[in-house]
């Protein structure tokens, strides 16, 4: 049973370029939420996607986009990075029905490490 | 909004103590509380999940508890190993939200 796959691991970038994050959720999951964590805090929600919609965002610029496809698999987009952007962004996955009883479990991928120069 | 808070920051403790790690959140109203183990520079891994119906989860060598009256969840982690060396984060919703928000961790090392 294959977890949450992210890609690239690594990349480095400049400042103004944009970046693509890459997420497969575990399987049989239908839910995707990004978060991003900076160096010695605990992750900060990004947004989550079900059903190729962005249901909740958390406090990011619009900067930060987004989408879910037919398969479940999901893309972070950032656009104009700024140095502050550097962080490692984490993918999770989860079932809907999971969040209605209370026993939604999130599953994470090992990230995607993005450093902007 | 939830805000989250784990004490201690960091802890460096010999093989074999039994350890409890803490975990406070201001807004009780959560469907459930999540406790995850994070390796440096690792994705995270989920040990244990408490539904707001239940007071206590255990797994193996773990014990998580919860008290929503108070906001406080503890980790109990008995017979601690070097293996068990990582970064524990706690992760509560809002209330009538489903996302979680994440505590800044406890850096545990178990050293031989």
């Known amino acids: 049973d294959a977890g949450v796959t992210q890609s690239p691991t690594h990349l480095i970038k400049t400042r103004g370029q944009q970046v693509t994050l890459r997420c497969s959720p575990k399987s049989g999951h239908d839910t995707v939420s990004w978060y991003q964590q900076a160096l010695g805090q605990g992750p900060q929600f990004i947004f989550q996607?079900?059903?190729?919609?962005?249901?909740q965002r958390g406090n990011f610029p619009d900067r930060f986009s987004g989408h879910q496809f037919p398969n479940y698999s999901s893309e972070l987009n950032v656009n104009a990075l700024l140095l502050g952007d550097s962080a490692l962004y984490l993918c999770?996955?989860?079932?809907?029905?999971?969040?209605?009883?209370?026993?939604?479990?999130?599953?994470f991928g090992a990230g995607s490490r993005l450093t902007v120069l | 909004k939830q805000e989250v808070t784990q004490i201690p920051a960091a802890l460096s403790v010999p093989e074999g103590e039994n350890l409890v790690l803490n975990c406070s959140f201001t807004?009780?109203?959560?469907?459930?509380l999540q406790w995850f183990r994070q390796d440096p520079g690792k994705g995270l891994t989920s040990l244990l999940l408490i539904q707001s119906s239940q007071r206590e989860q255990t797994s193996g060598r773990l014990n998580a508890s919860l008290d929503k009256s108070s906001g406080r969840s503890t980790l109990y982690i008995a017979a601690s190993q070097p293996g068990d060396s990582a970064t524990y984060l706690c992760?509560?919703?809002?209330?009538?939200?489903?996302?979680?928000?994440f505590g800044r961790g406890t850096s545990l090392i178990v050293h031989p």
């Open positions: 996607y079900y059903e190729e919609e962005e249901r």
């Open positions: 999770a996955s989860s079932l809907v029905g999971g969040r209605l009883s209370g026993a939604n479990v999130l599953t």
């Open positions: 807004d009780s109203a959560i469907y459930n």
């Open positions: 992760a509560a919703p809002s209330g009538g939200s489903y996302i979680p928000t």
